[in-house]
């Protein structure tokens, strides 16, 4: 990306937000700094963000030496995609991640391959090449972690599958935030929808369910979306994405029964939700729909679900 001009948020708590600006659009992923004694990026997003991410480290004082930790909530690539590129430039930072994410960033080669039979051509326009991790630098948790923040400041992961079998929450214990990934779904500030996030293959509602059941007990504050930005609804917010991925749910199985391809269960789903988001208004500006078709795509959400029904049946 030629362009690094860069949007640093600041949160309160010395937590920033970044955008990390996927394939140059602005608004739809975030990247997090905690600029605590120990300073920690979550979520430092996808390869061709790599440039913004830099500048917003430095713009921040966290030089090449400074950085500790690097942590991703799961390892799709729009979230991890820049984790070797940011390991490169800064040499002392740990890498968390789940325990069944890890080898993929120490070899992505399977991982590249199987995005790039989704993606095709726009995959390196969209996320750039998850260059590799050496092994020796990466961390991996299992059901619960720490990550040491400093000052007695920690970040504890929780495991949270359903929408990938690799997805962890993470909460800091001096601001309460929780940084939920994808589990949560999509949240759109400018009109505070929440949309499910539901792709092939690891989708499971049960396990959705559950994990958003583990993050309302653990008692946020906040949540920190990485699409996109913090939200203090914590509790109408995580019940919002419940029913939004049942309602989901329910009409990918109504067009399962009447034995509807995808096409027609994508259209049986969009026909369904239209009046429950308000960009996906007639009045709304189409710009943002688009903007979040990119990352949160309805063909590849209601595939996911197709798939998982298809596993239970």
Not at 2 to 23: F, Q, S
Not at 45 to 74: F, M
Not at 90 to 102: F, T
Not at 119 to 128: A, E, W
Request: with cysteine; hydrophobic share 40%; aromatic share 6%.
């Amino acid at each position: 990306m030629d362009d690094t001009t860069t949007t640093i948020t600041p949160l309160g708590g010395d937590v920033y937000e970044i955008d990390t600006r996927m394939a140059g659009h602005s608004g739809i992923t975030a990247g997090y700094l905690i600029l605590s004694d120990r300073p920690c990026l979550v979520e430092p997003g996808t390869a061709g963000s790599a440039p913004v991410v830099r500048r917003a480290l430095a713009d921040l004082g966290v030089g090449p030496a400074d950085l500790a930790t690097v942590v991703v909530t799961h390892i799709h690539l729009d979230h991890a995609g820049g984790v070797g590129d940011i390991a490169e430039t800064y040499p002392g930072a740990e890498v968390v991640v789940h325990e069944k994410g890890a080898r993929h960033l120490a070899s992505p080669e399977r991982l590249m391959a199987s995005a790039r039979m989704i993606y095709g051509d726009s995959l390196d326009t969209l996320f750039g090449e998850l260059k590799p991790t050496d092994a020796a630098r990466i961390r991996a948790v299992q059901d619960t972690g720490v990550i040491d923040l400093g000052g007695g400041r920690r970040l504890e992961s929780h495991y949270s599958p359903g929408h990938a079998k690799h997805h962890v929450g993470l909460i800091d214990s001096a601001t309460g935030d929780l940084y939920v990934g994808d589990a949560a779904g999509v949240y759109i500030p400018e009109t505070a929808d929440v949309r499910p996030a539901t792709p092939p293959p690891d989708f499971d509602l049960d396990t959705a369910l559950a994990s958003l059941d583990r993050f309302r007990a653990l008692g946020p504050q906040r949540l920190l979306f990485a699409h996109y930005g913090p939200v203090t609804e914590v509790d109408d917010t995580l019940e919002r994405s419940a029913e939004e991925l049942r309602i989901w749910v329910d009409a990918v199985r109504d067009a399962a029964d009447q034995d509807l391809d995808l096409d027609h269960a994508v259209a049986m789903v969009v026909d369904r939700t239209r009046d429950r988001y308000a960009f996906a208004r007639e009045d709304a500006d189409p710009e943002l729909a688009a903007r979040y078709e990119i990352i949160s795509n309805t063909e590849s959400n209601v595939a996911g679900i197709m798939h998982a029904l298809n596993r239970h049946a």
